[in-house]
């Protein structure tokens, strides 16, 4: 079956020609790629510093663990999984055929103490992946890198960036030094509405604090099931601080936050919502449907036994068939290969999920589109 240049087998075997995929991961090879786009003051002080001998990669993709790539993507020489863009337009581009592929670079330079450091590393950050690998395949579009805790100098970021449309969305960790609801944040909600930009949160944390609720966790298998909580928590506080019914137009990506959850959430949000509804006066929807609106989430990984199963069960639970976005999530291990969406899935849906979800997320994805057509 074929439709919006999605191909879709009629058995199991599905295609993606046509897919959105919507997690991406370019990884910065080192801090000598960025030396280029840093002014001379910053350059000297990563000579000064011996910042030159870090590759900052965040905690919880650490670069020598089996979990942050798949064995199959590893490349040669031990160079660092996702630094490659011939590697990945081998691996995902070329063999899956995406329409787009939104690139998502998990970076120290987000989560970096120092402010004024933090941005200037975004800024070279962002311009790499402008120079390395958008202007290198016309099938890439990505995420702008931003320091987060503090909105000034994100907001400032994200302008620098709102010209070119390849840039789709704005980058944020799930989890950090507050909940991403509160009031100091909105400039970047402002501006991400205004320019038509997505805000992607991924899994993931700045480990200032622990990462779960009640401490500090011994095991790695703690710390990725509880990255669920943190999504539900991040969830909560943008509702109930009121970000939608103050940028109503707003599109959050749930980037590898899992599923299953979701269902239990929401039932929950909404049976407390009722309750206690005159403490927060401004949430004048049920969350679901707050939800059902403004949030999508990457269907990798999908923490269920039967992902297509669940995918339907979830749709029908929810009662909308627009929530999901499909990823490969390259190079990180989670990837399900060539059973990532199951044939089980009925054909509309699945195009709904391949593609047309995220159309109708990303709206920057056809103006790109429009202005390339018309540039020489």
Known sequence: MEGNGLVAGLDEARTYAGAIDCDLHPAVPGMGVLLPYLDDYWREMVSVRALDRLNLSLT???QNSPLSCRPDWLLPGGAKAGSSLEAMQDHVLDRFRPRYG?????????????EDMAAAFCRATNDWIRDHWLNRDPRLRASIV?????????VAEIDRRADDFRFVQVLMLVSGETTLGRRHLWPIYERAER????????????????????????????????QSAAFESQLQSLISEGVFAKFPRLKIVAIESGLTWLSGFIWRADKTWKGVRAEV??????????????????????????????????????????????????PHWHFDGEAVLSGRLPDALFRKIASENALATYSRLATADQIMEVVP
């Open 60 to 62: 919880s993709y650490p």
């Open 102 to 114: 939104i690139l998502n670079c998990l970076y120290g330079a987000q989560v970096l103490h120092s």
């Open 146 to 154: 931003i320091p987060s805790h503090n909105a000034e100098l994100a």
């Open 195 to 226: 320019l038509g930009l997505t805000i992607g949160i991924h899994a993931g944390s700045a480990y200032r604090y622990a990462p779960t609720a009640v401490g500090w966790p011994s095991y790695y298998v703690e710390d990725y099931v509880a």
């Open 281 to 330: 006066p401004w949430v004048t929807r049920t969350p679901s449907e707050i939800i059902r609106n403004n949030v999508r989430f990457t269907v990798q990984p999908v923490d269920a036994a039967d992902d297509g199963e669940a995918i339907m069960r979830l749709a029908d639970h929810i009662k909308s068939d627009e929530l999901f976005l499909f990823s490969t999530d390259y």
